[in-house]
């Protein structure tokens, strides 16, 4: 419809009869538009709008909306001018500091020829098809995409009709004839590029600067099994896998919780790895949340390879500190309950252990079999495990101490003591009994079943009862050297464990050369780093430094389920209470 008295004049109408007849005309020719792209309707606002373009250029700015793209292709979808919004947008991304994609087919096949190694390496799959005289392309990579899913949505398409296609060619193919469920539309090519890598397919349509993200992923994965390390007399047989979805969906089975939020963040500037920070939104502290998401984003390496321990050395930058800072866990059930608690949890793509934050060292001493009993048996089994961690730490050292000072040793232990001291100082025994658990430990990983029987033979056999019959080892130095391997094994996480070991070899050393000073210097030494060490601004020993009645009760007791009503404080959810008093 003309905008002004002059256009009136020049289409020689004026009045109310001008503008019904200009009315009259617009209908008639944009039945004609959508018949045959052509007509005086279709070419006044193909000019309209090229014109509305060129003014927005001046005043630097583009009046068209987005997405609207005026080069489409007409004519049974042969080749066309292609103007107006595809240079807006292409500007609009530069400015923006994207990398737009190209438009021309050819132009995509070669830069992924320089870029990826098209042709080089023989996973990178291109599939060039024409749907409805529309020339169009698939990448992606082989064995990352199902081949299934790809070739139901083929067959689909290949019924287009030219005419399915002669508008908006881009639009039609996203919104009507692409059968996938999850689908995005990308302008930028590297992040293209990093979706295709982490198994996407990619949809290229020539004359379109836009390119169709499909979900269409197929890793190859294991079935979820019962961890090896955290394993339960009763309860759930599943367990976390090295696929990032399929761990989320195992939380979120047990977590039906609207709350349930998981953010993803990639890390790492060629791995790209996956990262999903977990929480509840109305439990977790927003002040936490944010710092262990900077912390992670501020992460600056070529990529994460060996998955979440490399993330957490990035991310805490403990140096030699030996404590772990971080709760390690493969158990679905055991990180859902964190979650309750207002914990953090960070799991890592292609890694099965799932990061808690923050923690403590009492949460490293807790395994899932206490609450899967009875709250008696359960505290029992707890206290049971507290034994035998406390055991595996100064059981040698104490030992070495009433040996070398008897003086020091109670009546009622009167017992203790080697008649003999063997043919090597006791202190060098130890020591290299010490090495020998820890190198017949790393030999049990690396020998195949088959094997292990044969090699805990020898350990037992030639290692054990031979060198105390030659006399180099004393009786007694192998009996508690087993029992601190056992404590140290009893230890629910495995680097506490590692850890406790060195404080026990520290400790050790200390009694050989200075005696009773030495075990409480250095013992004493130990706590005032487990005091002074903070997990995210979180104290490293509570509940007992700094004091909590509750937390303390629930580290010592097994607590019943309807008793426990209150979440840890040093967590500061924003309900502390679990659950509503009965009214």
């Known amino acids: 419809m003309p905008n002004n008295y002059e256009d009136r004049d020049r289409y020689g109408k004026s009045g109310q009869d001008g503008m019904l007849e200009d009315f009259v005309a617009m209908n008639r020719g944009q039945r004609e538009f959508e018949e045959s792209g052509t007509g005086e309707f279709g070419r006044r606002e193909e000019y309209g709008r090229r014109e509305e373009y060129r003014r927005s250029e001046e005043y630097g700015r583009s009046g068209l ?10 004519d049974g979808g042969k080749k066309g001018m292609i103007t107006g919004q595809v240079t807006a947008n292409t500007s609009k991304a530069e400015d923006e500091g994207l990398h737009p994609i190209p438009d021309d087919i050819d132009k995509v096949l070669e830069r992924l020829r320089k870029e990826i190694g098209l042709g080089v390496s023989f996973d990178i799959v291109v599939r060039e098809m024409t749907f409805g005289e529309r020339r169009t392309a698939f990448f992606y990579m082989n064995g990352l995409t199902s081949n299934q899913i790809l070739s139901g949505m083929i067959k689909r398409l290949t019924f287009l009709h030219p005419d399915n296609v002669s508008g908006d060619a881009f639009k039609a193919f996203f919104n009507e004839f692409v059968p996938a469920a999850q689908a995005s539309e990308q302008p930028d090519w590297n992040k293209m590029l990093t979706s295709v890598m982490a198994g996407d397919t990619a949809f290229f349509i020539d004359g379109e600067p ?65 990262i999903c920070v977990a929480y509840i939104d109305d439990l977790v502290d927003k002040e936490l949340l944010e710092s262990i998401k900077d912390k992670i984003k501020a992460v600056q390496l070529d990529g994460l390879p060996l998955a979440d321990k490399q ?13 772990p800072n971080v709760r390690y866990s493969e158990r679905p059930d055991v990180v859902s309950s964190h979650l309750l608690e207002g914990s953090v949890i960070v799991l890592v793509d292609t890694s099965p252990s799932v990061m808690i934050l923050p923690t403590t060292f009492f949460d490293l001493v807790q395994h899932a079999e206490e609450n899967r009993q009875t709250p008696f048996m359960g505290t029992y089994l707890r206290w049971v495990r507290f034994l035998g961690i406390f055991a595996s730490l100064f059981m040698l050292p104490l030992w070495l101490l009433f040996v070398m000072h008897p003086e020091y040793k109670p009546g009622w232990l009167g017992f203790v003591g ?15 009994a010490e090495l020998g658990v820890d190198l017949m430990r790393m030999a049990s990983v690396h020998t195949p079943t088959p094997l292990a029987t044969a090699m805990s033979l020898v350990a037992a056999i030639l290692i054990g009862d031979i060198a105390v019959k030659t006399g180099v080892f004393v009786n007694e130095v192998i009996l508690y050297m087993a029992v601190a391997a056992i404590g140290m094994f009893a230890t629910p996480s495995y ?15 200390a009694v050989a050369f200075f005696k009773v ?40 007791f097994r607590v019943p389920v309807l008793r426990n009503k209150r979440r840890p404080n040093n967590l500061r959810p924003q309900q502390l209470e679990k659950m509503p008093d009965p009214e």
């Open 210 to 274: 836009y390119a169709i993200i499909i979900d269409a992923k197929s890793f190859p994965a294991r079935g979820p099994e019962e961890p090896s390390i955290e394993r339960v007399v009763r309860g759930s047989r599943d367990g976390f896998t090295e696929t990032l979805m399929v761990n989320v969906s195992l939380i979120r089975r047990r977590l039906r919780d609207p709350m349930l939020r998981y953010e993803l963040i990639r890390v790492g500037e060629r791995t790209q790895t996956d």
């Open 517 to 556: 000073p030495g075990l409480v210097i250095t013992f004493t030494c130990i706590m005032i780093l487990l005091c002074l060490n903070r997990s995210f601004n979180r104290p490293y020993m509570w509940p007992f430094i700094p004091f909590d009645m509750n937390g303390c009760a629930n580290i010592l």
């Open 495 to 509: 680097e506490l464990g590692l850890a406790n070991r060195l404080v026990r070899l520290l400790l050790i050393v």
């Open 311 to 323: 993330l957490e050395e990035a991310t805490f930058r403990l140096g030699w500190n030996p404590f």
């Open 65 to 74: 909306p987005e997405g609207d793209r005026t080069g489409e292709r007409r």
């Open 418 to 432: 080697p008649q003999e001291t063997g043919k090597l100082p006791l202190v060098v025994q130890f020591l290299i």
